[in-house]
């Protein structure tokens, strides 16, 4: 079977994303970086020491690095590319605070219930509706995501995709999800 590399579907592909990072070593930070964020993260989570996050689809970013040296002390993050997580182990063995897990955000079960205090999405979502048989993963995530989140947790979803139907997949859940959007300029933040 051929692989199409150009296609936004392969998004969704584990393979897509090793090879892309078995060729790209580079930092890269997906819609935003942190320093431009910051405000929406700090509003919802601020620092604290007792705080822990997790970022899925972490990728090479430097998102989370940008969180630690913001003062945050407990940041796991997980993508589906073992390629990424063992050089982001390499990278950050020296930042206990960092800590990098092969997972897939479909299937966290590695993690107890309501173990974050908050879970930041930059694109994993959109990634999961790229693919096939999409609507049922991204129930499958967004499922996950809820019972990993604390009471009062909170999901930080950035995303470029149209506010409407990212907010009716909360509404169509069976959860109670309470949602607020916020817009972002993204010329203020290029």
């Known amino acids: ?6 296609s936004t579907q392969s998004y969704s592909e584990k393979w897509y994303w090793d090879d892309r990072y078995t060729n790209e070593s580079d930092s890269f930070d997906w819609y935003q970086n942190y320093s431009s964020l910051s405000p929406l993260i700090n509003l919802y989570l601020p620092p ?12 090479n970013s430097a998102f989370s690095e940008g969180m630690v040296d913001a003062g945050y002390e407990d940041v796991v993050n997980i993508d589906i590319s073992s390629v990424v997580i063992d050089a982001m182990n390499k990278k950050h063995s020296d930042r206990p605070q ?17 173990s974050f205090d908050a879970v930041i999405d930059k694109g994993t979502l959109d990634s999961i509706l790229c693919g096939s048989n999409s609507r049922q993963h991204s129930t499958q995530m967004i499922e996950e995501v809820w019972r990993v989140l604390k009471d009062k947790g909170v999901y930080i979803l950035i995303t470029y995709g149209a506010p409407n139907y990212r907010l009716r997949l909360f509404k169509e859940s069976s959860r109670s999800w309470t949602t607020k959007l916020h817009v ?6 290029d």
Request: aromatic share 4%; hydrophobic share 35%; proline share 2%.
């Open 1 to 6: 079977m051929a692989r199409e590399t150009s």
């Open 184 to 189: 972002i300029d993204k010329s203020l933040t």
């Open 48 to 59: 604290h020491p007792t705080h822990r996050s997790l970022v899925i689809g972490c990728g």
């Open 98 to 114: 960092l800590k990098y897990l092969k997972m897939d955000v479909r299937d966290m079960k590695a993690f107890e219930d309501a």
